[in-house]
C-alpha cells in the first residue's frame, strides 16, 4: 500500500462487539476503526513471526 491511501472497507460485526471495540478504543485514546487497525496489525505481525512474512 502505498503512501496513506486506506481503500474503504465494510465490517459487519455485533453492535456489542463494537460497543466493546469503542470502549477499548478510548481508553487507548483511538478511535474504534483505528483499533481496529491496531488489532488486525498485531494479528498479522504475530501470523507472520510464527509462519514467513507475506509477500
Known amino acids: ?27 487507548n485514546k483511538r478511535s474504534a476503526n483505528k483499533e481496529i487497525e491496531f488489532v488486525l496489525e498485531q494479528y498479522v505481525k504475530k501470523y507472520e513471526k510464527e509462519n514467513g512474512k507475506i509477500d
Not at 1 to 8: L, R
Request: hydrophobic share 35%.
Open 1 to 27: 500500500m502505498a503512501g496513506n491511501y486506506y481503500p474503504p472497507f465494510s465490517l459487519r460485526i455485533s453492535e456489542e462487539l463494537l460497543d466493546k471495540i469503542k470502549y477499548i478504543a478510548e481508553e
